[in-house]
T-cell receptor, first 117, second 113 residues
Framework: AQKVTQAQTEISVVEKEDVTLDCVYE???????LFWYKQPPSGELVFLIR??????QNEISGRYSWNFQKSTSSFNFTITASQVVDSAVYFC??????????????FGQGTILTVHP | DGGITQSPKYLFRKEGQNVTLSCEQN?????MYWYRQDPGQGLRLIYY???????QKGDIAEGYSVSREKKESFPLTVTSAQKNPTAFYLC????????????FGPGTRLTVL
């Protein structure tokens, strides 16, 4: 069975602070894909990043960066110099490449990030 | 513009009624999905469809039904058998089922009165 754990239920920071959102996953598959989505107050899930299990390179996109470590089964997300517009719920998700769970995304519980001005 | 549309945005239902939530995509994606989100929780998969005229149950299919008669449409019916239907429903699509990124619609918030 697959599982995604986002232990931080809520995080509150002041604008310009850096913040890291943790994601720990469990899977028996050797090939899998990890995702981060952002859910602003409007409700729509916005895709941020997709990473496959064979690519452990960290990635940076503007103020966003992701740290994928297979040794600790973690895929953490850091926002540098946070802004009020970053306030949202962030979800980490996992899918395998086939089998009976073909196509299913397993989501974590989400982390509510609030950035205060 | 390419994307996924869901309607209505808000839906109110009386107990015992069936309601159908619409999901349309013009991304030419083969796979489509329905998720349910409850307050403070992650998303759970209701049904998914890999291709037209095919669909499979997800983790919480009881009380729901779907059809996939056209590639661009994947409507979800919430039946009276669904004991706790009040939730936020999100539709998604991907190029193919499995490894491809799923893109989500704006969601429908269903409330049972």
């Amino acid at each position: 069975a697959q599982k995604v754990t986002q232990a931080q239920t809520e995080i509150s920071v002041v604008e310009k602070e850096d913040v890291t959102l943790d994601c720990v996953y469990e899977t028996r598959d050797t090939t899998y894909y990890l995702f981060w989505y952002k859910q602003p107050p409007s409700g729509e899930l916005v895709f941020l990043i997709r990473r496959n299990s064979f690519d452990e390179q960290n990635e940076i996109s503007g103020r966003y960066s992701w740290n994928f470590q297979k040794s600790t089964s973690s895929f953490n997300f850091t926002i540098t110099a946070s802004q009020v517009v970053d306030s949202a719920v962030y979800f980490c998700a996992l899918t395998n490449a086939g089998g009976t769970s073909y196509g299913k995304l397993t989501f974590g519980q989400g982390t509510i990030l609030t950035v205060h001005p | 513009d390419g994307g996924i549309t869901q309607s209505p945005k808000y839906l109110f239902r009386k107990e015992g009624q069936n309601v159908t939530l619409s999901c349309e995509q013009n991304l030419n994606h083969d796979a489509m999905y329905w998720y349910r989100q409850d307050p403070g929780q992650g998303l759970r998969l209701i049904y998914y469809s890999q291709i037209v005229n095919d669909f499979q149950k997800g983790d919480i299919a009881e009380g729901y039904s779907v059809s996939r008669e056209k590639k661009e449409s994947f409507p979800l019916t919430v039946t009276s058998a669904q004991k706790n239907p009040t939730a936020f429903y999100l539709c998604a699509s991907s190029i193919t089922a499995g490894r491809d990124t799923q893109y989500f619609g704006p969601g429908t918030r269903l409330t049972v009165l």
